[in-house]
């Protein structure tokens, strides 16, 4: 899995691997990117303005969403500026989190 990565308003991209995982979806925002993968871990990439990466700051390349110990995210998707993970702990139940 490779994925496009600009920092330039040119669009000049450099691809990337996803870091070798199994990805079984991809969700795009204006300008942020999310991947799912087979494992139920979430990455994320791109600007951060609004706090949709789940990240501190915006990140170029992507990078794995740190959740509560045990959260398992089984759906993503993204919005303009915004992003929703779909998931359950062991001691929760079914949650979304935006």
Do not use: E
Not at 6 to 25: E, N, W
């Amino acid at each position: 899995m490779y994925v496009c990565t600009s920092t330039s308003p040119l669009i000049l991209c450099t691809c990337v691997p996803l870091l070798g995982r199994h990805v079984i979806k991809v969700a795009a925002g204006d300008n942020h990117s999310l991947a799912l993968t087979a494992n139920s871990q979430v990455y994320s990439w791109g600007s951060n303005s609004c706090g949709q990466l789940g990240q501190p700051d915006s990140v170029q390349v992507p990078t794995r969403i740190k959740f509560t110990k045990g959260f398992m995210a089984w759906d993503i998707c993204a919005g303009a500026d915004h992003s929703v993970f779909l998931g359950d702990a062991a001691d929760l139940s079914p949650d979304v989190l935006y």
